[in-house]
Every structure is written in structure tokens, then in C-alpha cells.
């Protein structure tokens, strides 16, 4: 019998046109061969309440969200999984029946790449974090129900940076530190894993690089970039001239968008189809 309908997934998102997920998702959906179809619509703040009913509406089958929209959302759903509700922000969202649920995979992701191609377990392991924004919040949380043993948050703003310390010491088990960042950052010689989770070195502003004090980093660390584009920067190539393991922010995105396509379609996402995607993208 002849199938004419699609089914919809996609990102709400304000400004969102140069989100490049629809590129890896509809990469994902044809090496399947499933029947799908990721839309990247502009949806204004004040619209995201009738935006969100119109998920089911349309009996999407889930949506993305980013930014403003990651916060806002939690407002309009029917359930938020518990580690998104201990973020306070929610990236995806699927569709069961008329209930909507709530999910946050950019952690999960990181997690995933951490595990996968770092061969790090970050459990029982010291862990520093530049930046305390929404990137920050979700990575610290899951390696913090990952076991993660001691959490430091280095950032600018303190209040920022205190607020994700205290989320962390009175809801997981981890033991987290805010330190102010004021000058260039000495690592501690026991760090296991050093994330850089500002915007810091994001293009066009590509020459930038985070405050530390370079020598500190050691071949014995594993050093990580939440930054996409471009895959290569200043602060990846300093930790790689000292010896140590370098992770780029592109993993991150692939499986963050894996774990929503799992979600959505029951499936395991066909990540190299969905890299090797990304990266055309992105040149
Ligand atoms: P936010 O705006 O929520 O947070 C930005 C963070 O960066 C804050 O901690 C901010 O500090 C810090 N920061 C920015 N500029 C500077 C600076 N010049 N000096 C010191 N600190 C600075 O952004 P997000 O957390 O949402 O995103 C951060 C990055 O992560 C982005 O580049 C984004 O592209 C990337 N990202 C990557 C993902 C992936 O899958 N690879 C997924 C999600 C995000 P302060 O609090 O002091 O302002």
C-alpha cells in the first residue's frame, strides 16, 4: 500500500537557521531507509507554548529544542526524566501517545564520547570544568551520577558558578568546588579530565583560547572541547603538544543526536554516516 505520510521530527529554535542537526538526522533517516523527516523551524519565545501543542497536533513524533527555548519548555510538558529535571533544561523531547517527555541528551553524549573514543570511565575520577553555562550543567550532572569523585567548576561569574556547585554537592553524590576564574588557571597535577564548556574558540572567533597556565596540562590527562566548530582548536592543539588525549566537541554533537534518534525511532543511530555528515557541514 502506497505510504504518502511522513514522520516528523525536528528543532524549535530562535535564531535556528544555521543549526546544522537536520543535516546528520536526515543522514541517519535515509542509511535506514526509514521514512522520516527532521524540519528546523523558527519559533519565536512567546510562541512556544502553541508550538509545543502542535506537536501533538501534528503527531510529531518528537522535537528538539534550542536555544532560548531549553528552559522554557519544561513548563509545557507531561514529564521531564530525572536528570534533565536536575539540569533544568530540556534538548529533546519525544511523544508518546498525547504525553510529551522531557529529555536532555547533551551530557549523555558527552558521556558517550568520553567512554567510547576517550576510553575514559569517569567514575571515581577528578574532573575540571571551564564555564558553568547550559553545556556545563548538563555534562557536570552526568559525570556526576556517573561517579564522577570530584567535580571543580572554573568560571568567570560567580554566582553562575556557585549555583552549579551547590546543584551538584546537595543533589548527586559528587564532591564539587567552584573556583573564581580570574587569571590564567593552574590545573591540579591529579586532574583525570579537563573540559573546556565555554564559547570560547567557537567560530568566527576561531584564534581564541581558554586562560590557563598551559604547562600545567600532562600526558596523563584527557582533555575535551564541547566546541564543534572548528573541530581543531588552539586549546585542543596546546593539550595535544604536551602529550595529553584530546576529544573534540564533535562527538558530543553526533551522539547527543544519536541518543534522540534512539529515542524517537527505537533504533540505533548509525553514527559514522551521521560524523562523516556533520563534517561536510561544518567545513
Ligand atoms: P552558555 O551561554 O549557557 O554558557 C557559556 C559559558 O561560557 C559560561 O560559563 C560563560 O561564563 C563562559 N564564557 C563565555 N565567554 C567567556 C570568556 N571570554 N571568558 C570566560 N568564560 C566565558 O552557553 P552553552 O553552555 O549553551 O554553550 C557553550 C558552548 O558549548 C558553545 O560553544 C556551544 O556551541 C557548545 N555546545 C556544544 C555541544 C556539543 O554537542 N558539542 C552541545 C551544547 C553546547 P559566564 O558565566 O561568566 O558568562
Not at 530525572?82 to 553524549?109: H, P, S, Y
Not at 573546556?196 to 568566527?204: C, F, K, R
Amino acid at each position: 500500500m502506497t505510504n504518502y505520510k511522513k514522520e516528523l521530527v525536528g528543532v524549535f529554535g530562535h535564531p535556528v537557521a544555521e543549526n546544522p542537526t537536520v543535516v546528520m538526522l536526515e543522514a541517519a533517516f535515509g542509511a535506514l531507509g526509514l521514512d522520516w523527516q527532521y524540519l528546523t523551524i523558527d519559533v519565536l519565545p512567546d510562541d512556544l507554548p502553541d508550538a509545543i501543542r502542535g506537536i501533538r497536533a501534528l503527531q510529531m513524533q518528537g522535537i528538539n529544542l534550542t536555544i532560548p527555548h531549553k528552559v522554557a519548555v519544561l513548563a509545557h510538558l507531561d514529564e521531564v526524566a530525572a536528570d534533565a529535571a536536575l539540569m533544568g533544561a530540556v534538548n529533546t523531547v519525544r511523544r508518546e501517545g498525547r504525553r510529551l517527555i522531557g529529555e536532555n541528551t547533551d551530557g549523555k553524549g558527552f558521556l558517550r564520547a568520553l567512554r567510547d573514543d576517550g576510553k575514559v570511565d569517569p567514575k571515581g575520577k577528578q574532573i575540571v570544568v571551564l564555564g558553568a553555562g547550559g553545556a556545563a550543567r548538563a555534562m557536570t550532572v552526568e559525570l556526576a551520577l556517573a561517579g564522577a569523585a570530584e567535580i571543580t567548576v572554573v568560571n568567570r561569574s560567580s554566582s553562575r558558578g556557585e549555583d552549579l556547585v551547590a546543584l551538584l554537592n546537595t543533589k548527586t553524590e559528587t564532591s564539587a568546588q567552584f573556583v573564581s576564574w580570574n587569571g590564567p588557571y593552574t590545573l591540579p597535577a591529579e586532574t583525570d579530565v579537563l573540559v573546556n564548556a565555554t564559547s570560547i574558540g567557537l567560530y568566527p572567533d576561531v584564534d581564541a583560547r581558554p586562560d590557563l597556565v598551559y604547562e600545567t596540562i600532562l600526558p596523563t590527562m584527557t582533555i575535551c572541547d564541547v566546541i564543534p566548530n572548528p573541530p581543531e582548536t588552539p586549546f585542543l592543539r596546546e593539550a595535544e603538544a604536551r602529550g595529553a588525549k584530546t576529544l573534540n566537541g564533535l562527538g558530543m554533537l553526533v551522539y547527543q543526536g544519536a541518543i534522540g534518534f534512539t529515542m524517537w525511532t527505537g533504533k540505533e543511530a548509525p553514527v559514522e554516516v551521521m560524523f562523516e555528515a556533520l563534517k561536510k557541514a561544518l567545513l
